[in-house]
């Protein structure tokens, strides 16, 4: 069976981390571009992380530069999002997706519709 699953979401207080994990079953995301997206109530699901399927590229959203880190270990089929100084406004559902489309060297895609494949979300809250 194939899927993603999003594991690690959970509630902390500003300033905490967290690490998400995407793991995938069913295939090997060696040759996939992977995004991780969030989405709060009320707004558009947006890219805040992805990384190229060889892991040399990586984009990051303004709002998370510098704070938080995409990683990925080809051992464990796994993707990480390293989350930390973080905001109430980092509160949302986490997701992340893969893209099998080819790019030019250096792009890395950040738009939702450039992925196809999508975990079903882990909830981060950041709360005092």
């Known amino acids: 069976q194939v899927q993603l699953v999003e594991s690690g979401g959970g509630s902390v207080q500003p300033g905490g981390s967290l690490r998400l994990s995407c793991a995938a079953s069913?295939?090997?995301?060696?040759?996939?571009?992977i995004g991780w997206f969030r989405q709060a109530p009320g707004k558009e699901r947006e890219g805040i992380a992805c990384?190229?399927?060889?892991?040399?590229?990586?984009y990051y959203a303004d709002s998370v530069k510098g704070r938080f880190t995409i990683s990925r270990d080809k051992t464990k089929n796994t993707v990480y999002l390293q989350m930390n100084s973080l905001k109430p406004e980092d509160t949302a559902i986490y997701y992340c997706?893969?893209?099998?489309?080819?790019?030019?060297?250096?792009?890395?895609?950040?738009?939702?519709?450039?992925?196809?494949?999508w975990g079903q979300g882990t909830q981060v809250t950041v709360s005092s």
């Open positions: 990384i190229s399927n060889s892991g040399s590229s990586t």
């Open positions: 997706a893969t893209s099998s489309t080819k790019y030019g060297l250096g792009y890395v895609p950040r738009g939702s519709y450039e992925y196809h494949y």
């Open positions: 069913g295939f090997a995301l060696d040759y996939y571009y």
